[in-house]
């Protein structure tokens, strides 16, 4: 993490402090956010472990699932809901991988999603890439058993 504290960040935890977000959901958050950078590899396997546990395990794919309801401009947070969730599928419990195929519907829409942005720029084809690279990974069972 840097040291500046960037106001995307300030009202992050401003909203946090107002939603009385849990440790789990605080860290989905952060890694899901707008930030141009990707969530950090150190971040991730922290809510990867916590998947473990079953309270946060709700929490995070709680957040993680609204973050793919997210569209227009908020294209990074379904974005990165999905590396995220990539992530915790080879690294979490076994029951996010369950709970993604059984949700497996919500990432396939997720291949038509449109967005352009003011300068004209289709910033909707990398979350149509990613949820193409997810759906094809929670349909290959032999995959699934490998990266675990």
């Known amino acids: 993490g840097s040291s500046r504290m960037s106001t995307s960040s300030l009202r992050r935890q401003m909203k946090n402090i107002v939603h009385n977000y849990s440790e789990a959901e605080i860290k989905v958050r952060e890694a899901t956010s707008n930030d141009p950078w990707g969530p950090s590899s150190s971040l991730m396997s922290e809510i990867a472990d916590l ?8 929490e995070i794919m709680s957040m993680i699932w609204k973050r793919l309801n997210d569209h227009g401009k908020n294209w990074r947070h379904v974005y990165k809901a999905m590396t995220l969730m990539e992530y915790l599928i080879k690294t979490g419990s076994e029951r996010v991988s369950q709970q993604c195929k059984e949700n497996m519907y ?5 291949k038509d999603f449109q967005y352009v942005d003011r300068d004209g720029k289709d910033q909707g084809v990398n979350v149509r890439e990613k949820a193409k690279q997810l759906v094809a990974l929670l349909r290959d069972e032999d995959r699934l058993r490998e990266e675990r």
């Open 51 to 58: 998947t473990y546990n079953v309270v946060a395990f709700s």
């Open 106 to 110: 919500a990432v396939q829409t997720l």
